[in-house]
């Protein structure tokens, strides 16, 4: 009796394998299709990440106003932190790091000779003056961040707070303010005191 059932067993062991072989196929086939669609992706964001790094050509005055840009941590108000690096495979061209964004900026000349650096599709605006630096958005009109000194514009802050700028009517104040790079001082000429003025005389009756 045994030998007599065995090939219907067998059948029936096959057919019931066969759907299953079966609708295991669309499942491979999503599972590289999933993998495949990330790889894709990747890809496509690499290329134009290397489309937007291809190296520029700035002019002299931009690569005068390079020079002067201040690079490394730079902290700023209210906690914020801002990261400014050289592009090595461009001259005179940076990147500009703060939280989980990244700006590429290049050099602006300016009428007032202010260090200016921009990234034109996102209106990034970055502006270094002598004791604090900002970074604003003039697309939208805001200030992302504000009072980002590194320790030369710390120094050169201090130095205005201790001896503020004269108006236009006092005379100028001596200051020690920070010149070049790793906060050296140079003391400034000292501003001579006006000649005591000549009492007159009194005449003797």
């Known amino acids: ?61 931009q690569m005068g106003i390079a020079e002067k840009v201040l690079v490394g941590k730079i902290n700023c108000e209210l906690g914020s932190v801002v990261l400014m690096t050289h592009d090595e495979h461009s001259p005179g061209r940076f990147f500009l790091d703060m939280g989980n964004k990244r700006y590429t900026m290049l050099p602006v000349v300016t009428s007032t000779g202010a260090v200016r650096l921009e990234e034109e599709s996102s209106g990034a605006v970055w502006i270094q003056l002598g004791n604090k630096s900002m970074l604003m958005n003039q697309k939208e009109g805001k200030r992302l961040a504000d009072e980002c000194m590194n320790p030369d514009q710390l120094l050169v802050a201090q130095a205005l707070e201790r001896n503020p700028q004269p108006g236009l009517l006092d005379a100028p104040k001596d200051a020690l303010v920070p010149i070049g790079a790793g906060g050296a001082v140079q003391e400034l000429v000292p501003n001579p005191e006006p000649p005591p003025k000549a009492k007159a005389k009194k005449k003797s009756k």
């Open 1 to 61: 009796m045994t030998n007599k059932f065995t090939p219907g067993l067998l059948l029936l062991a096959l057919a019931m394998a066969f759907p299953a072989v079966a609708a295991d196929k669309p499942t491979a086939k999503a599972a590289a299709k999933a993998t495949h669609t990330p790889a894709r992706g990747a890809a496509r964001a690499l290329a134009a990440e290397q489309v937007a790094m291809t190296p520029v050509v700035l002019s002299p005055e």
